[in-house]
């Protein structure tokens, strides 16, 4: 396995100041349209306390464009918080966001309750956005103990600003029975789609240039293969071309071949653009 030291001197090697593509590089983040869209409704849910389903397919690219989202609110303005343990239970949940407000969290449901309302109470004007990643993991009783607790001071306005991220399945659960209460609450929903070719190829593109590198290193037979075999979902083209840079600078080659391409292929586990319908994940429990 190629270690950490080893990478570096393969990148000096190519004349890259760094490992090309990694996907959350601030330098080689790809605008797209679809982003835009999402982080528009993003900031119009975090201003007006509402909430919001943010779903697509795995590696589509919810979380980090969640996480850069948040790192850009003005602290000044919003308490941002996010919670990715998808397996909390009810009372699992309410300790963990008394724990993120910085109170002492107790075994005691109704403690935690006065903890997170006296949290709320001295953020002032500040507005709590809660995000809870892989949401369709979630069980009922804990998105139930979050809704009740938007209506923590109900007679002024909600007590927070809420973002689900989920696979694509997740909006028809919410509209189950069980979860009407929660789904008639949604005031907006995203669905963020995978990139096209154009966009997978601007990407490949944009990140050789983030760490110096000409575009021309990559032979245009070897951009569309990782474009299709990728099937557009950015972790997947990440890892890919990664993974296809990687042997191609073991071999002291001076480009990124199809040859490589296809060695990467069949190193990295998922490969959606080869998956059949037999093969593909269900998208539902």
């Known amino acids: 396995m190629t270690n950490e030291a080893e990478l570096s001197l393969l990148a000096r090697q190519w004349g890259a100041t760094a490992v090309p593509f990694g996907l959350v590089n601030a330098n080689d983040w790809l605008q797209t349209p679809g982003a835009q869209k999402a982080l528009a409704a993003l900031n119009q849910t975090a201003a007006l306390r509402s909430v919001m389903l943010l779903c697509g397919a795995n590696g589509v690219g919810k979380s980090p464009l969640v996480g850069r989202w948040m790192r850009s609110l003005d602290t000044r303005l919003f308490h941002p918080l996010c919670l990715t343990q998808a397996t909390l239970s009810g009372t699992g949940i309410?300790?963990?966001?008394?724990?993120k407000l910085g109170k002492p969290a107790s075994f005691r449901r109704e403690r935690n309750l006065q903890l997170i309302e006296d949290a709320l109470d001295q953020l002032e004007r500040r507005i709590l956005v809660v995000i809870l990643d892989e949401a369709q993991n979630y069980s009922h009783a804990t998105l139930e103990e979050v809704r009740l607790l938007l209506g923590l001071n109900l007679p002024e306005q909600p007590a927070f600003a809420l973002v689900l991220l989920g696979d694509e399945y997740l909006l028809a659960s919410l509209k189950l029975r069980n979860q009407r209460a929660l789904y008639s609450r949604l005031a907006c929903q995203v669905s963020l789609e995978p990139w096209s070719p154009a966009q997978c190829t601007q990407y490949l593109?944009?990140?050789?240039?983030?760490?110096?590198?000409?575009?021309?290193?990559?032979?245009?037979?070897?951009a569309e293969l990782l474009v299709n075999a990728s099937a557009g979902l950015p972790r997947s083209l990440c890892l890919l071309a990664r993974a296809a840079w990687i042997n191609a600078a073991l071999e002291k080659a001076q480009k990124v071949t199809p040859a490589h391409v296809n060695a990467a292929i069949h190193q990295v586990p998922c490969v959606p653009g080869l998956l059949g319908p037999s093969s593909a994940e269900p998208t539902s429990a």
């Not at 050789?208 to 575009?215: D, F, P, R």
């Open 94 to 99: 309410l300790s963990a966001l008394a724990t």
């Open 205 to 222: 593109n944009t990140a050789l240039g983030a760490v110096g590198l000409s575009s021309s290193l990559l032979e245009a037979a070897a």
